[in-house]
């Protein structure tokens, strides 16, 4: 049989026989878990999308398996979710998905035996309950259930499996599941469920068995570089040392994109699967810009989220660099939902999650208005192919002033439309010789964007830096101007000798006119000359 050779996995569980692959009992205290299974307990495992979750658990299951001291079995119950509220058919579906795992592991003859009996004895409404009850009962080990993706569940169907679980806790483990494990994105304490009759309950109310809530974290840098020889072991091909600093920021270990970059750099670009090319930052870079250029499951699934109401109240003020946005007024389950899906960090100062997301969502944010924008980036390039700023400026200057009020009430995050509507214009520009890094975050009070334009192709040759600091005006401009002014500074501190400087400041305030928002001059502070904008 030929040997398939190896690659960097980004879609399903792993197969450590074909994926590179960080060993997935590693990625939590196995001793932590066996602890919990064999003092009967109850308990969450949960993690973003594409963390991994279904690889732990898969192997997790293989584990006890090998043991034999359990009989273990993982079912994904994600297929109920088509039956909605018919408590009934979720029932029937989840239960089958039990017995067909099932009978991988004990056979056909028992598995089929235990669900006749289930149909003969039980009514449907308490089908789940009825079959766990009978097929413990007729095991000859103690059973360790997994379920998978059971917040995809919802409303009546999904409290009456929480409930029906909970239902047969007292019997455990001679007639109900030894330990039973639920896996999803959220930690079933969070649960908000919407009750057909229109009733809210929370999912702790539902199950309030829950021992533990365990988080399934992202790769550590020393993983991801495990991961990455992985590659280099069975090729030879070598990545660079300084590639390792780029990924890290930007998948700060999120398995997937970690994955999917590896996956880009050493298979998708073509020239780079001769094992004998050294894989290069730049080629890194090109490779994030073309996950997210093409809109990978992955990043559509963000982009889906970000139209949430819930996700704009947390997003949003991000996105504006508001510094006098307070944390503790957001609705923190709202806060909480954010995080659980992987898009935030809740370490303070409060952020998006990684590089690659920060980047993904103001550019899609203004997906359509980058379209709509008249703008070749051959009318902004000096000789030497860099880029001329200021003369790109003054064009922005004029096109928000004729644009602004139109084009930010398209905008879903209206506060942040100025500052989203210049990276649109950027981006424009930018798109296909350059990149842009954006930093913002809650309180930051401004949005950093770093322009980097190569001068020549290929990696190694001159890159121009150009540093741009957006603030909108609260209080008195001269002391907004000064405070921006230091920022930018700051910032430049960063960065390498002779990266250009520019500061600009929005006007929001409706008694203001144009003549008076739209100006430039140029500054000199603490030895750097600063360009400021106000717009």
Request: proline share 5%.
């Amino acid at each position: 049989m030929t040997t398939v050779p190896k690659f960097f996995n980004t879609a399903g569980p792993i197969k450590p026989d074909i994926h590179y692959n960080v060993d997935p009992l590693t990625r939590f205290d196995l001793d932590e878990i066996e602890s919990l299974i064999d003092q009967q307990k109850y308990f969450v495992l949960h993690a973003p999308r594409q963390t991994g979750k279904t690889s732990c658990m898969l192997a997790l299951r293989d584990y006890l398996n090998a043991q034999g001291r359990y009989y273990a079995v993982y079912a994904n119950v994600e297929g109920g979710q088509g039956f909605r509220n018919n408590v009934e058919r979720v029932l029937q579906n989840v239960t089958f998905n039990i017995y067909d795992s099932l009978s991988l592991i004990v056979g056909d003859e028992l598995a089929k035996r235990v669900w006749k009996q289930t149909q003969e004895e039980v009514s449907p409404d308490a089908f789940l309950s009825g079959y766990l009850k009978r097929l413990c009962q007729a095991l000859d080990r103690p059973l360790v259930l997994f379920l998978d993706e059971i917040d995809a569940l919802v409303g009546d169907s999904l409290v009456s499996v929480l409930r029906q679980i909970r239902s047969g806790y007292d019997k455990r483990p001679a007639a109900f599941p030894q330990s039973i494990v639920l896996c999803g994105v959220r930690d079933v304490r969070d649960y908000r469920i919407v009750l057909s009759n229109q009733d809210i309950i929370t999912g702790g109310s539902a199950f309030n068995i829950k021992a533990e809530s365990l988080r399934l974290g992202n790769f550590s840098k020393e993983e991801i570089h495990e991961l990455y020889m992985q590659h280099t072991e069975a090729t030879g091909q070598v990545f660079d040392e300084a590639c390792f600093p780029l990924i890290w920021e930007a998948t700060e270990g999120q398995p997937w994109l970690v994955n999917a970059l590896g996956y880009e750099v050493t298979r998708k670009m073509k020239e780079n699967r001769d094992p004998h090319v050294c894989i290069t930052p730049e080629m890194i870079y090109r490779a994030q810009e073309n996950i997210i250029y093409r809109r990978d499951t992955h990043i559509d699934i963000l982009i889906d989220k970000l139209k949430e109401d819930r996700v704009r109240s947390v997003i949003g003020p991000m996105l504006a660099g508001d510094e006098d946005a307070d944390e503790s007024l957001m609705p923190q389950d709202d806060v909480q939902y954010v995080a659980d899906m992987g898009l935030i960090t809740l370490t303070p100062p409060r952020r998006i999650a990684n590089a690659i997301y920060r980047e993904i969502i103001p550019r899609e944010l203004t997906w359509t208005t980058q379209n709509g924008i008249v703008q070749e980036p051959a009318w902004y390039l000096n000789p030497d192919h860099s880029l001329n700023m200021p003369k790109l400026l003054l064009d922005f200057q004029q096109f928000f002033r004729q644009n602004a009020d139109s084009w930010i009430e398209k905008f879903d995050y209206k506060e942040s439309g100025p500052q989203l509507l210049l990276q649109a214009f950027l981006q424009r520009v930018v798109n296909g010789g350059g990149y842009i890094d954006r930093e913002y975050g809650l309180g930051r009070g401004r949005t950093d964007l770093l322009i980097r334009k190569p001068l020549t192709d290929g990696y190694g040759g001159p890159i121009q830096y150009i540093v741009l600091e957006l603030k909108i005006k609260r209080g008195e401009q001269e002391a907004t101007i000064c405070r921006g002014l230091e920022q930018t500074s700051e910032y430049l501190d960063h960065c390498p000798a002779g990266t250009e400087g520019h500061f600009i400041l929005f006007n929001r305030d409706k008694g203001a006119n144009w003549d008076d928002k739209i100006w430039h001059r140029t500054e000199e502070y603490q030895g750097r000359t600063i360009m400021v904008w106000g717009m």
